[in-house]
């Protein structure tokens, strides 16, 4: 096991993140906020449990500001998980059936608060979470005619803020991806699938202490790359290229990094093209500081791309994005865009060039300081990574 952190959330924290959620709210003038996807649930709530493969018996958490911590509304089949729960903020409400009785023991729930209250929804931008027309229709039915809301930015107001847990957690994420990656470098050879490769790392990153991985795409070629498509029976050749993005999860925290190589011995061009974008990378995350916006940081990314004289291939469309329980989260680093970066907000950077036959990119994870960046991330290596064929 790569990492010996605490695997999840301790109960103060969360009673913590509680606590400031409630006091969000109420500057909101929101009387209730139900959370309904599996991030939000599980960060407000620390119960955690493997039925969310499934909607047929969902799983809500309701905060009532005249109510205190937070109550979590889940099938009755929970109850023995449920006696793990040592938080004195957090209740378990439970519900007999299906979809239709969790939604009904919602707006029960509800109940008693004044007509016409502001009651939020984790849904929004960046945030689409789980929900029903029925539960929308049933809060907004007389008598009591409550107001839904987008409560995305609310919610988004405290996650961006990382605590030194969610740090570890992302730090241990991005070792584990790593270091699995080039392990299992060093034994790829011509022959290998995109298919094959992705499941030896996946093994390999769960033997390193990875409780999942959930992106895992893995591309072989020699340029027009597919980066979303899933993992095909394309066979390693010689003088490929390899690029792999990685999403490992552990504990409450996901990476989201990539790397690369080539397959044979790479031209002088190939070589000096990777350390310039790797040295773009770098200077862009040098040049981030709490306060800047998203358009400020693709402003300085595009100063750095113009002086590399890459003027004919095109800046990347958004060159980075925050990261937490989520694989993207805000705040976006894209022309344009006004997110505020903060102090202790984790960010990746991630210019991409593809030319001379290969992909370039080599995406680096940093927290947010006024100092500069701290790397949570193994900063990649100098020189571009080469499988011996």
């Not at 047929?56 to 449920?82: F, K, T, W, Y």
């Not at 595009?302 to 989520?326: M, Y």
Request: glycine share 8%; aromatic share 10%; hydrophobic share 40%.
């Amino acid at each position: 096991m790569s990492s010996t952190i605490p695997s999840w959330p301790s109960d103060a924290e969360i009673s913590s993140r509680i606590s400031r959620l409630r006091d969000n709210m109420a500057g909101a003038a929101i009387e209730a906020l139900v959370l309904t996807s599996r991030h939000n649930f599980e960060y407000y709530t620390g119960f955690r449990s493997l039925y969310w493969i499934s909607d047929a018996r969902p799983m809500l958490a309701i905060v009532r500001r005249d109510q205190p911590g937070v109550s979590i509304l889940i099938s009755r089949i929970e109850q023995r998980n449920a006696r793990q729960i040592r938080n004195a903020d957090v209740r378990p409400v439970y519900y007999d059936g299906f979809t239709d009785s969790a939604l009904q023991a919602a707006a029960t729930f509800l109940h008693g608060l004044p007509g016409g209250s502001a009651i939020g929804f984790d849904y929004g931008f960046d945030m689409f979470g789980r929900g029903s027309v029925m539960l929308i229709d049933l809060l907004r039915a007389a008598p009591h005619q409550f107001r839904p809301v987008d409560a995305a930015d609310l919610i988004w107001r405290q996650r961006l803020i990382k605590s030194e847990h969610e740090f570890q957690s992302i730090r241990a994420a991005c070792n584990v991806a790593t270091d699995s990656f080039f392990d299992g470098l060093a034994g790829l050879r011509p022959g290998v699938s995109e298919y094959e490769f992705g499941q030896l790392l996946e093994q390999r990153m769960i033997g390193r202490g990875a409780d999942s991985v959930e992106w895992l795409p893995v591309r072989f070629g020699r340029g027009d790359f597919s980066y979303t498509r899933p993992n095909a029976d394309i066979r390693l050749q010689k003088d490929d290229f390899v690029w792999v993005d990685m999403g490992v999860r552990r504990a409450d925290a996901v990476s989201d990094l990539n790397r690369v190589a080539k397959a044979g011995k790479a031209t002088p061009e190939q070589e000096k093209l990777y350390e310039v974008v790797r040295s773009t990378t770098l200077r862009l995350a040098e040049g981030i500081r709490p306060g800047m916006t998203g358009d400020d940081a693709f402003a300085l990314y595009a100063e750095l791309w113009s002086a590399r004289n890459f003027s004919d291939f095109p800046l990347s469309g958004r060159v980075g994005h925050g990261s937490g329980s989520g694989l993207t989260e805000p705040p976006s680093l894209l022309a344009g865009s006004t997110d505020i970066i903060q102090e202790d907000t984790v960010l990746h950077v991630e210019p991409k060039l593809e030319a001379a036959g290969g992909v370039f990119q080599v995406e680096e994870v940093f927290r947010v300081t006024t100092g500069g960046p701290e790397f949570l991330s193994t900063i990649a290596p100098a020189k571009l990574p080469v499988i011996e064929v």
